[in-house]
């Protein structure tokens, strides 16, 4: 994770730089209908001072076979989605950019790019998901003793993504 904190306000920079953007740092945003759903962004993307446009969520992998699996494939990796997709539905964007980045590699190869664009669908597929875990938070069966390995297996506890 060091090496991911040390690295990513370069990678943000790239990224504004090649893009003629500009990222603010949000922290924690929360849901404007949910209070309870929110998501840390790496940033907001403004291209006109007032108004954003989209988010940003950089990854600078430690391990070079990670950035350079990402480029070969060209694709933003499917463990990424659904962290991209939360903080467009949260945001309230239209799409999100995400960045892996490596400074060991050369300048065509060290920033990766490749924008989101909202997918309603699995917005929707989501917010019912976490609408459903939520119910079941606030019903009590959350208490940790009850939370116990065959609850999973048999899906007694809502699987959000």
Partial sequence: MDWGHKWEPVAIAEYEFQEDVDVRRVGFSVHPE???IGCSLDGEVY???????GIVEAKCPYSESVHLRTLTFDRVPDEHRPQVHTGIWVADVDWGAFISYDPRRDLA????LKLLDRDDVYIKRMESRCL???EYVQSGQSEVNQIKSDHLRSNTIPRIF
């Fill in 34 to 36: 949910y209070p309870f």
């Fill in 47 to 53: 291209k006109d001072a007032d108004i954003i446009e």
């Fill in 109 to 112: 190869r060290r920033l990766f």
């Fill in 132 to 134: 459903e875990f939520w």
